[in-house]
């Protein structure tokens, strides 16, 4: 049964730095999945903010968090990370990681985490 875990997730000041965890089990992080963080704010869908490929080992980005946050993986725990820095405001959202299989692409997750909020104050 694969269970995504977001961890993370708080109050930071305009320019702050949060690092969201994302725990993974039920498949490993050398199994053939994309997996991906996403957010969402009330009445908006739900958007891609960045993606990692674990067959590829690539990553990609939204154009709005290039630069500032950054995807990565820990094999020995399973889990995936997004280093978020230089907070804004408008980084305000619950944050979802999403994991698809047998794909290199984030789109459509098979799984979904119950998402962590993130809110950047001004």
């Known amino acids: 049964q694969v269970q995504l875990v977001e961890s993370g997730g708080g109050l930071v000041q305009h320019g702050g730095s949060l690092r969201l965890s994302c725990a993974v089990s039920?498949?490993?992080?050398?199994?053939?999945?994309?997996i991906g963080w996403y957010r969402q704010v009330p009445g908006k869908e739900r958007g891609e903010v960045a993606c990692?490929?674990?067959?590829?080992?690539?990553?990609s980005y939204a154009d709005s968090v290039k630069g500032r946050f950054a995807i990565s993986e820990d094999n020995a725990k399973n889990t995936i990370y997004l280093q978020m820095n230089n907070l804004k405001p408008e980084d305000t959202a619950v944050y979802y990681c999403?994991?698809?299989?047998?794909?290199?692409?984030?789109?459509?997750?098979?799984?979904w985490g119950q998402g962590t909020q993130v809110t950047v104050s001004s």
């Open positions: 999403g994991a698809r299989y047998g794909s290199s692409r984030c789109a459509s997750p098979h799984y």
């Open positions: 039920g498949f490993t992080l050398e199994d053939y999945y994309a």
């Open positions: 990692i490929s674990l067959s590829e080992a690539t990553t």
